[in-house]
C-alpha cells in the first residue's frame, strides 16, 4: 500500500478496502453491472454498510436505496459505501452528511459535510460541490478526500482533477495530478482563509477503490506513476512550483 500520513484517524480507517467482505462487495457490485443496471433492475446503491448508519433519522437497511435529498450519520465504527448516479462515496464514522439533488434524482448537486469524513469519486458531468463549515470546492469530475475537524476547520484534498476552491473571500483553482491539500480555515492564518495543508488520513487505494464503482481509473493509474505526496498537487517535484493557496493575497 502506498505510504500515508495520519492526523486523528486510525490505520483501520483508511484501510477499509482491504477486508475481505469490502472486495466481495465491490466486485459483485461490478459484476452485476453497477449503478445502471441497479437502477433498471431497482436494486439498492448501497455497496456496503458497516455498523449503525441512519438514514434520514431510520436505520438503513442494506437492501435500502440512498437518494439525492437524504441524510446520512453514521455512528462509531461504522461506515458506508454507496453510489449514485456516476459518482461513488465512502462515509467515515462519526460523519453526518446531506447528499442534495442535481437535475435528476440520480444527479448529485451538492454534498454537504458537517462533521466527519467522506471520500467522494465524480464522474464528469453539470457542476456540483461539496461543502463544509469553513469551505465550498466546485466539482468538475474528480476524485477528493473531506474531513470536518473537532474545531470545525476543514480539510480537501483534490486528489485529482480540477476543483475550484473558496473559503471566505480567498478562491484558488485546483488543479492537480497527485494530492493537492487545503485548510479551510476557522480563524484567518497569516491573512487567509484558505491555507495549504499536507495529504493526510487517505489512501491512493481508497480512491482506486471508489474509482472502479463507477468505471473509473484514477489519474495516477492512467500514467501509470505516483506523484509526490507532499499536499501540493503534482506528479512531479520540480523547481518553481507554488501551492495555488500560497500565491492568494493577504487580508
Request: aromatic fraction near 6%; hydrophobic fraction near 40%.
Amino acid at each position: 500500500m502506498t505510504p500515508h500520513t495520519l492526523q486523528g484517524r486510525s490505520e483501520a480507517e483508511v484501510t477499509w478496502f482491504q477486508r475481505r467482505d469490502t472486495l466481495k462487495a465491490a466486485a459483485a457490485w461490478v459484476a452485476m453491472g453497477g449503478m445502471p443496471v441497479a437502477m433498471a433492475q431497482q436494486r439498492s446503491n448501497v455497496v456496503e454498510l458497516v455498523g449503525d448508519v441512519l438514514l434520514n433519522g431510520q436505520r438503513l437497511r442494506p437492501q435500502q436505496t440512498i437518494q439525492t435529498g437524504d441524510e446520512i450519520l453514521t455512528g462509531p465504527a461504522s461506515r458506508l459505501v454507496f453510489v449514485i448516479g456516476n459518482a461513488a462515496f465512502h462515509v467515515r464514522q462519526n460523519s453526518r452528511l446531506s447528499v442534495e439533488r442535481g437535475t435528476t434524482l440520480n444527479a448529485v448537486s451538492l454534498l454537504r459535510l458537517l462533521t466527519g469524513a467522506v471520500v467522494s469519486v465524480f464522474g464528469r458531468g453539470a457542476n456540483r460541490a461539496i461543502v463544509t463549515p469553513t469551505l465550498t470546492a466546485g466539482i468538475r469530475g474528480t476524485g477528493v478526500y473531506t474531513e470536518v475537524m473537532p474545531n470545525q476547520r476543514s480539510y480537501f484534498c483534490n486528489c485529482y482533477g480540477t476543483v475550484d476552491m473558496a473559503a471566505q473571500a480567498d478562491r484558488a483553482l485546483s488543479v492537480s495530478s497527485y494530492h493537492q491539500s487545503f485548510w479551510g480555515e476557522v480563524e484567518p492564518k497569516d491573512g487567509r482563509f484558505l491555507t495549504p495543508a499536507g495529504a493526510i488520513n487517505h489512501t491512493d487505494e481508497e480512491l482506486e477503490f471508489l474509482a472502479r464503482l463507477i468505471g473509473q481509473r484514477t489519474a495516477w493509474q492512467i500514467a501509470g506513476k505516483l506523484g509526490v505526496k507532499d499536499g501540493k498537487g503534482y506528479m512531479d517535484d520540480k523547481p518553481g512550483q507554488m501551492h495555488p493557496a500560497m500565491v492568494l493575497p493577504v487580508r
